[in-house]
T-cell receptor
Framework: KNEVEQSPQNLTAQEGEFITINCSYS?????LHWLQQHPGGGIVSLFM???GKKKHGRLIATINIQEKHSSLHITASHPRDSAVYIC??????????????FGKGTHLIIQP | SQTIHQWPATLVQPVGSPLSLECTVE??????LYWYRQAAGRGLQLLFY??????ISSEVPQNLSASRPQDRQFILSSKKLLLSDSGFYLC????????????FGPGTRLLVL
């Protein structure tokens, strides 16, 4: 079973700061998810990436498959970015249905 | 386009009562379906997955069961709820033939008192 570690667990920053959240996993994968969970609980998929880098607005996700590591960056952070950010990888022990194994999440607070 | 629905959105139930949470997917066929739970202060955990009607696999032993009576319907049930069943329950789907792309429902927040 894949083990997923995220850091930091909690992060408080000032508006405008550059944010980095890290994710490491133990078993090689072909793709990784970054998810965003708002206080209401709903989860939105931000990125699914298998190599290199993806960018969407102020969000950038990178992955190094060889090193089993991914990072999520937020440029020019804003209070509305405050949320829990979760890294997830396929759980290949699930008989082929590829359920996800999740990190514990990074609780991000951006102060005005 | 595909959409995924879950209901109810929130639920407060007494210990020992039964539970039925429903998830339906529109706009696709033969999806893989998943139930996840997020207990308070903990990360998301896979509970059940299904690759077809009547086919259910369980990832962790627990007080819950799942059923898939129709292709795009996934139900999470319990005969007698425990306090430890409280949490946030998420349904997700992914296309059968495309690996590692999952789409999440809005979730159900369950509080067992």
């Amino acid at each position: 079973k894949n083990e997923v570690e995220q850091s930091p667990q909690n992060l408080t920053a000032q508006e405008g700061e550059f944010i980095t959240i890290n994710c490491s996993y133990s078993v090689g994968i072909s793709a990784l998810h970054w998810l965003q969970q708002h206080p209401g609980g709903g989860i939105v998929s931000l990125f699914m990436l298998s190599s290199g880098k993806k960018k969407h607005g102020r969000l950038i996700a990178t992955i190094n498959i060889q090193e089993k590591h991914s990072s999520l960056h937020i440029t020019a952070s804003h209070p509305r970015d405050s949320a829990v950010y979760i890294c997830a990888v396929p759980d290949y022990s699930g008989g082929g249905a590829d359920g996800l194994t999740f990190g514990k999440g990074t609780h991000l607070i951006i102060q005005p | 386009s595909q959409t995924i629905h879950q209901w109810p959105a929130t639920l407060v139930q007494p210990v020992g009562s039964p539970l039925s949470l429903e998830c339906t997917v529109e706009g696709t066929s033969n999806p893989n379906l998943y139930w996840y739970r997020q207990a308070a202060g903990r990360g998301l955990q896979l509970l059940f997955y299904s690759v077809g009607i009547g086919q259910i696999s369980s990832e962790v032993p627990q007080n819950l069961s799942a059923s898939r009576p129709q292709d795009r319907q996934f139900i999470l049930s319990s005969k007698k709820l425990l306090l430890s069943d409280s949490g946030f329950y998420l349904c997700a789907w992914k296309p059968r033939r495309v690996s590692e792309t999952q789409y999440f429902g809005p979730g159900t927040r369950l509080l067992v008192l």
